[in-house]
């Protein structure tokens, strides 16, 4: 193939046009196989997701019945297990619970690591860089392992069954991993800009806060994010810490609420998947970009 | 009190007061000087580090050492008992070797799936928003919720893919995806892989994105069709971005037990029984804290090992 290009004689018309005719087939295929790979990616991805949005409608005649087609209505569909999981569980409760947790704790692991991350991307320290190996390598050990220890802390607190307890808790798991990515930002700026501001009168921590942080934005959107959707996504903790409803979070609040014992409540727990799960990816999307050029300035180059 | 000055050149302050202009130079001079600076704004994030991650990890050493359980919160030192009972308990091996499984077939999985994820992604065509949309709902949505709709779609009566292999006559009855050692496997392995393919993938898709264009377009005009270019530019060029993609991925495999909680507590059998899960079981519902951090314990040095390896290779990749 490497070849057809070098030995093409541009003076014969034919050739030129047979040419150009391979180019064009190969890249209508081309178009044709991304459709196909994407359309067929999109849906093993959102599978359980448009299989659910069918069943949160149905009633439990149409949908416990192995013979009926489980991705039409066999009975008409009802709004009645939806209206449940609004009416008669705490599902509001647990999702502004994980909401105000979520940003809390974004905006502590923000407060605490973006320093950290300045100091260890750019400030000259003798201990900088086993440091910045150091706060990785916390990020290592394991929830699992903490849990046992953070029970006997949790207690001493008074923060036994309080969703304060997670706030306390879960920038363990946020302020490592954000620390890490946010020095490759932070030395993806060149330094010329901070230097610059300081020559035009800045001081060392005004030129980190009014050049710095506005320049690596892009980076600390995607940590926001990151750390956002892991505090969201912890399970373990909260199942180990959080016993009365009022403060549970969605991660925890709808498997134990809707799930009694053997009794699943099918269509409304399909529909808090749902109702979770389409707010959050929409912002995710919107935030994607910025998300992506975050990582391509740092994460990929440090 | 002497203060150095900083590297930086001062600026003109246009006080009138020479004490606020004094002060004002002060001020400017201390947020110059380096030394001071650079452990001060170290300090938030080491001192809580120290205090809620360090500590608790080396009380969680010394709980493995004694007998304390949920009900008698006294340490009482018993040496290496709990991890001789563990090495001597089969349930510890399996979970060990599920565990292990589990990483390795999930992570070789992610990020074969992941790098042809990220290749449709940013790719230019109609409806990529949608496209995207719906690609990244495995990763946005919390887990939990994300397992509980598997969990039905892997129902033993009742599940949606039975009934399709079904109607094309593949199957009779039910194919009982979590109740059969191998095929709950495989289904924890399946979901969890669905779950971080999206994350890894927008990680790949940074890197692809970082690879300046006029190397592939000088290869194209060169004559390399798409496959000659993906294993001769894209992947050799994107492989460092791909090793952090899978660290971040064996990392969230690795530690997790949401999958395994929700899917089949364990089962059958402890066949899908993993380290993480082990530990939360003996320790939480069992209430035996000083053995279920004897099983957490093993996970440390495992990724420690594994992570050192992957950033090692990265670093020599870089360097090439």
Not at chain 1, 186 to 202: F, H, N, S, T, W
Request: charged content about 15%; proline content about 5%; hydrophobic content about 55%.
């Amino acid at each position: 193939m490497a070849g057809a290009a070098a030995t093409l004689d541009i003076t014969d018309g034919d050739q030129v046009a047979r040419a150009r005719r391979r180019t064009l087939a190969r890249h209508r295929s081309g178009r044709v196989g991304l459709y196909v790979a994407a359309i067929v990616a999109a849906l093993l991805c959102a599978a359980p997701f448009i299989w659910g949005t069918i069943t949160m409608f149905k009633q439990d005649a149409d949908l416990y019945n192995a013979q009926n087609n489980p991705f039409v209505f066999n009975l008409d569909p009802t709004w009645a297990k939806v209206s449940y999981l609004f009416d008669e569980t705490k599902f509001l409760t647990f999702a502004w619970n994980t909401l105000w947790v979520g940003l809390l704790v974004v905006g502590i692991t923000l407060a605490v690591g973006l320093p950290a991350a300045y100091s260890l991307a750019r400030l000259n320290m003798r201990w900088g860089g086993p440091l910045g190996i150091a706060i990785f390598f916390v990020y290592l050990i394991p929830p699992t392992l903490l849990f046992v220890s953070f029970s006997r802390i949790v207690s001493i607190l008074g923060l036994q069954d309080s969703t304060w307890s997670l706030v306390v808790v879960y920038p363990t798991i946020t302020i490592p991993v954000s620390v890490w990515l946010l020095m490759g930002f932070l030395k993806a700026i060149p330094r010329d800009v901070e230097e610059q501001a300081m020559v035009d009168g800045y001081s060392r921590v005004g030129s980190f806060l009014r050049v710095v942080v506005p320049l690596a934005l892009p980076g600390i959107i995607a940590v926001v994010v990151f750390a956002f959707t892991l505090t969201a996504h912890e399970f373990i903790y909260a199942l180990a810490f959080v016993a009365p409803s009022a403060h549970k979070t969605i991660s925890i609040g709808v498997p134990t609420e809707l799930i009694r014992g053997d009794v699943f409540y099918w269509q409304s727990l399909q529909a808090a998947a749902i109702f979770v799960a389409v707010p959050i990816a929409f912002v995710f999307n919107l935030l994607l970009e910025r998300f992506i050029t975050g990582f391509t300035m740092g994460a990929v180059k440090s | 009190m002497t203060i150095q000055r900083g590297g930086a050149l001062q600026h003109e302050a246009a006080t009138p007061s020479a004490e606020a202009r004094g002060l004002d130079e002060a001020r400017a001079r201390l947020a110059d000087r380096e030394s001071i600076l650079a452990p001060l704004f170290l300090l938030p994030a080491v001192v809580y580090i120290i205090g809620l991650v360090v500590v608790p990890f080396f009380l969680a050493i010394a709980f493995s050492l004694t007998d304390v359980t949920a009900g008698d919160p006294s340490l009482d030192w018993v040496g290496f008992r709990n991890f001789d009972a563990i090495l001597h308990d089969s349930v510890f091996w399996t979970s060990l070797k599920n565990t292990l499984i589990f990483t390795a077939i999930s992570m070789v999985l992610t990020l074969v799936l992941a790098k042809a994820l990220a290749l449709i992604l940013i790719a230019n065509f109609r409806f990529k928003y949608l496209i995207r949309f719906l690609v990244l709902l495995p990763w946005t949505t919390p887990i939990a919720l994300a397992a509980v709709a598997w969990l039905w779609m892997l129902d033993s009566t009742y599940s949606p893919i039975d009934w399709i292999l079904r109607q094309l006559g593949l199957l009779s009855g039910n194919t009982y995806w979590l109740g059969r050692d191998h095929l709950a496997m495989a289904s924890v392995i399946a979901v969890h892989t669905w779950r971080i393919v999206p994350l890894a993938a927008v990680i790949i898709m940074a890197g692809l994105l970082s690879i300046p264009d006029d190397i592939n377009d000088a290869a194209e005009i060169d004559g390399a069709g798409f496959w000659r270019r993906l294993w001769e530019i894209t992947i050799p060029l994107n492989l460092p971005v791909i090793a952090v993609a899978g660290l971040f991925g064996a990392i969230l495999t690795f530690t997790d037990m949401t999958v395994v909680y929700i899917l089949t507590k364990g089962g059958p059998e402890n066949a899908t029984q993993v380290l993480p899960s082990y530990a939360f079981f003996k320790s939480i519902d069992g209430g035996d804290l000083a053995q279920g951090a004897a099983i957490a314990l093993f996970l440390f040095p495992l990724l420690l090992a594994g992570a050192v390896a992957i950033l090692r290779a990265v670093r020599k990749m870089e360097t090439m």
